[in-house]
């Protein structure tokens, strides 16, 4: 599949953001003339904005949304993450069809709050909306999606995370790996990710890189995998608290019953995520 430019994904993001408010308002599945009408578009060139961006029809997409899909896909698709290990699947595998490496910053150098890093930010488009992008020389270490959330909310947020850390915008450092990390470079080497986090926080964070796209896993499946099965409350901080959206796949943790829960950049944008990548797997 040829990728889709990065203001386009971010054009379509949007429209489909809108089209995901309309499913959520309305009593019944929506048709596609009564979701393009509402859009203000003809029912041929939202099915084409629409399937550009996720691969398949409205309709399908719709049935994705549903909020029974979630349970859908605990019962068929949970990955067992100790077969995932098994098999290789954790942070040197493959990612949301997209190569990714990734390291962890020691906890020494976690302890001293981010002091001595340099760590440079810019503003990106992803196919979620706009993205704030945060690197130091050796990999991304934070991404905010702001579709729901604000520049400076999200800017502060990811900031208070490593507070002695002096930050530069550099937008044109960074646009090489975001671009590897949003598949609009195809063959390009592994986009790298830089973990920065607590010693418990990085177990987590290496399971959710273990979950494949299409697929889903439950908060307290993640603490057997990391060795501990009664800390499933300190695991969904630590899912809430990881730095990069999408590429560390915390939307894909959902609660045992099949509740989605909750998601640090909008729970809309988790749906969207989930049956994103489900319609993809499809595809």
């Known amino acids: ?89 954790s942070g040197t595998g493959r990612l949301h069809d997209l190569f990714l490496r990734w390291e962890a910053m020691s906890p ?62 550099d937008a044109a450092l960074l646009r090489p790996w975001v671009d590897q990390a949003f598949g609009a470079q195809e063959g390009a080497d592994k986009a790298p990710l830089y973990l920065i986090g607590a010693p418990f926080q990085l177990k987590v964070w290496e399971a959710l890189l273990a979950v494949p796209s299409g697929q889903v896993t439950t908060y307290s499946d993640i603490a057997t995998a990391i060795g501990h ?5 300190a695991v969904g901080t630590a899912v809430g608290r990881n730095p990069i959206s999408w590429l560390i796949p915390c939307h894909r943790a959902l609660r045992k019953s099949g509740a989605l829960g909750g998601y640090h950049w909008g729970l809309p944008v988790k749906r969207a995520m989930l049956a994103f990548e489900a319609a993809r797997a499809e595809a």
Not at 1 to 11: G, H, K, S, V
Not at 56 to 81: C, E, F, I
Not at 229 to 233: G, L, N, W
Request: charged share 25%.
């Open 1 to 89: 599949m040829t990728p889709i430019p990065r203001q386009d994904q971010a054009y379509h993001y949007g429209v489909m953001r809108r089209a995901i408010d309309l499913i959520d308002r309305a009593d019944d599945p929506l048709t596609l003339d009564q979701i393009a009408a509402q859009m203000d578009m003809s029912p041929a060139h939202f099915q084409r904005l629409f399937s550009r961006w996720v691969g398949v029809s409205p309709k399908r997409y719709q049935q994705y949304l549903m909020l029974g899909h979630a349970k859908d896909m605990l019962r068929n698709n949970t990955t067992t993450l100790q077969a995932a290990h098994s098999l290789g699947l």
């Open 108 to 169: 020494g150098d976690f302890a001293r709050r981010g002091a001595g890093l340099k760590i440079r930010w810019g503003r990106f488009e992803s196919p979620f909306g706009a993205a704030l992008v945060m690197g130091t020389e050796r990999g991304i270490c934070g991404l905010a999606l702001l579709s729901e959330m604000d520049h400076d909310t999200a800017m502060a947020d990811l900031v208070k995370r490593w507070p002695d850390a002096d930050y530069i915008e």
């Open 229 to 233: 099965p009664k800390a499933v409350r």
